[in-house]
Nanobody, 127 residues
């Protein structure tokens, strides 16, 4: 069992930056692919980024490539999402998630792979 607790987020102007954190409990964290998703009002949950257990492999949605960076610190059982050059279209609730059965983050870009979810955090980008 893994519990994920998120922090960060908030309100930022377009072009600004935010960093989200997701702290995990449980010894298996370092074995899991971790991902970030977002969900805007009235829309389905969408994949944002994923990272391999070692941190050596990452995968991004086209909409965030070059602007967002996913990273992890296994010693702290924490995964991060650095968001730069934010746009109003990035406004959404962001959720971190763990995928115990995923081996390659590039193949786990749908929520069906993810068994454990954080509580979500609101990111609002004003124009």
């Amino acid at each position: 069992q893994v519990q994920l607790v998120q922090s960060g987020g908030g309100l930022v102007q377009a072009g600004g930056s935010l960093i989200l954190s997701c702290a995990a409990s449980g010894r298996a964290f370092s074995n899991y692919v971790m991902g970030w998703f977002n969900q805007a009002p009235g829309k389905e949950r969408e994949f944002v980024a994923a990272i391999s257990w070692s941190g050596g492999s990452t995968y991004y949605a086209d909409s965030v490539k070059g602007r967002f960076t996913i990273s992890r610190d296994n010693a702290k059982s924490t995964v991060y999402l650095q968001m730069n050059s934010l746009k109003p279209g990035d406004t959404a609730v962001y959720l971190c998630a763990a995928a115990p059965l995923c081996d390659d983050p590039s193949t786990c870009a749908t929520e069906v792979w993810y068994d454990y979810w954080g509580q979500g955090t609101q990111v609002t980008v004003s124009s």
